[in-house]
Nanobody, 115 residues
Framework: VQLQASGGGLVQPGGSLRLSCAAS????????MSWYRQAPGKERELVAI???????KYADSVKGRFTISRGPAKNMVYLQMNSLKPEDTAVYYC??????????WGQGTLVTVSS
């Protein structure tokens, strides 16, 4: 099982980025996909989560700015990030959990918000 994340980069404060993540390989049905992030010197934190039924949940720090969505085949997840702030700078990780509670992690993509 592989989770391939892409879309990170350098952006100015107030700018936007869209992260994508695709799950491939042999895996049990994915129930939930989410994005985590880890800033330098900090613990990894949940950013947003989306289940197969379209339910979503966001960290308070990104509500109203970030939008998580799933692809039609349910093995894709996206994170649209608007109004980015320097404190959003982190490595963003894609995560998936199967119906059997097996966790999968992507390799991480770096988002840097700086002028």
């Amino acid at each position: 099982v592989q989770l391939q994340a892409s879309g990170g980069g350098l952006v100015q404060p107030g700018g936007s980025l869209r992260l994508s993540c695709a799950a491939s390989g042999t895996f049990f049905r994915i129930n939930v996909m989410s994005w985590y992030r880890q800033a330098p010197g900090k613990e990894r934190e949940l950013v947003a989560i989306a289940d197969n039924d379209g339910n979503t949940k966001y960290a308070d720090s990104v509500k109203g700015r970030f939008t998580i969505s799933r692809g039609p085949a349910k093995n894709m997840v996206y994170l649209q990030m608007n109004s980015l702030k320097p404190e959003d700078t982190a490595v963003y990780y894609c995560h998936a959990r199967s119906v059997f509670q097996v966790d999968y992690w992507g390799q991480g993509t770096l988002v840097t918000v700086s002028s």
